[in-house]
C-alpha cells in the first residue's frame, strides 16, 4: 500500500518568513495531491490541492508544487501569518481512491 | 456556505454499548468518508460510500462497524460494541467527485 511521510514533523519560523513542508509518497499510481490545515480540535480543511498533470499550483499565499518522478509534492506558505498556526496533514490519493494521511507538521509562527 | 455537519459533538458511552454517530453530508456530494483521529495522531480511513454501497474500507473497518445512509440526508456510522481502543475524533466527509473531500466538525467518542 501507499507509504507516506512528511518532513519536518513541527517547522518554526519567524511571522513573515516562508516555510515549505515535503511531502513523499511511494504509490505511482497516486494522481491526487491535497494538503489540510487542522487546528486545535477543528476540522481538517482542505487548503489546496494539486492534480498529476500539473506541477504547480498557487492561490494566494499559498502553492503546492508536485515532482511525480521524484514522488514528492510540496506546501509553500509565503510572509506567515499568526493565524497559519496549525497542523498541516498531505494526504495523497492512493490507486484505490483511499487518500493516506501523513504523520502532519506542526507549524508554530513566532510573533 | 454549506458545510458538512456531524452529531453529536461529544459521546461518552460505556465498553460494549453501541452507538450511531451521525453525519449530514453536503447536500449535492455523492461520496461520503468516515475517519478517526486518535487524539494527537493522523487521520485514519475508516470506509468510503457511494451509490448506496461501501465502494472502500480499511483494515480498521471490522465487522464491529457498518455505515448507512438511512434517508436522503444522513450518513451514519454505527459501531455495534465499543472497546477503550475505539476511543477517537470520528469525522464525517463528503465529495462531489472522488476529490476535494470537506470534513465535519467531529464527533469525540469517549468509551469508558
Known amino acids: 500500500g501507499e507509504n507516506v511521510e512528511q518532513h519536518p514533523s513541527t517547522l518554526s519560523v519567524q511571522e513573515g518568513d516562508s516555510a515549505v513542508i515535503k511531502c513523499t509518497y511511494s504509490?505511482?499510481?497516486?494522481?491526487?495531491f491535497p494538503w489540510y490545515k487542522q487546528e486545535l480540535g477543528k476540522r481538517p480543511q482542505l487548503i489546496i490541492d494539486?492534480?498529476?498533470n500539473v506541477g504547480e499550483k498557487k492561490d494566494q499565499r499559498i502553492a503546492v508544487t508536485l515532482n511525480k518522478t521524484a514522488k514528492h509534492f510540496s506546501l509553500h506558505i509565503t510572509e506567515t501569518q499568526p493565524e497559519d498556526s496549525a497542523v498541516y496533514f498531505c494526504?495523497?490519493?492512493?490507486?484505490?481512491?483511499?487518500?493516506?494521511w501523513g504523520a502532519g507538521t506542526k507549524l508554530i509562527i513566532k510573533p | 456556505e454549506p458545510e458538512v455537519t456531524q452529531t453529536p459533538s461529544h459521546q461518552v458511552t460505556q465498553m460494549g454499548q453501541e452507538v450511531i454517530l451521525r453525519c449530514v453530508p453536503i447536500?449535492?456530494?455523492?461520496?461520503f468518508y468516515w475517519y478517526r483521529q486518535i487524539l494527537g495522531q493522523k487521520v485514519e480511513f475508516l470506509v468510503s460510500?457511494?451509490?448506496?454501497?461501501?465502494?472502500?474500507k480499511s483494515e480498521i473497518f471490522d465487522d464491529q462497524f457498518s455505515v448507512e445512509r438511512p434517508d436522503g440526508s444522513n450518513f451514519t456510522l454505527k459501531i455495534r460494541s465499543t472497546k477503550l481502543e475505539d476511543s477517537a475524533m470520528y469525522f464525517c466527509?463528503?465529495?462531489?467527485?472522488?476529490?476535494?473531500?470537506?470534513f465535519g466538525p467531529g464527533t469525540r467518542l469517549t468509551v469508558t
Open positions: 466527509a463528503s465529495s462531489a467527485q472522488v476529490y476535494e473531500q470537506y
Open positions: 494526504a495523497p490519493m492512493d490507486s484505490n481512491y483511499q487518500l493516506i
Open positions: 460510500f457511494y451509490n448506496n454501497e461501501i465502494s472502500e
Open positions: 494539486i492534480r498529476s
Open positions: 447536500s449535492n456530494h455523492l461520496y
Open positions: 504509490d505511482s499510481a497516486s494522481n491526487y
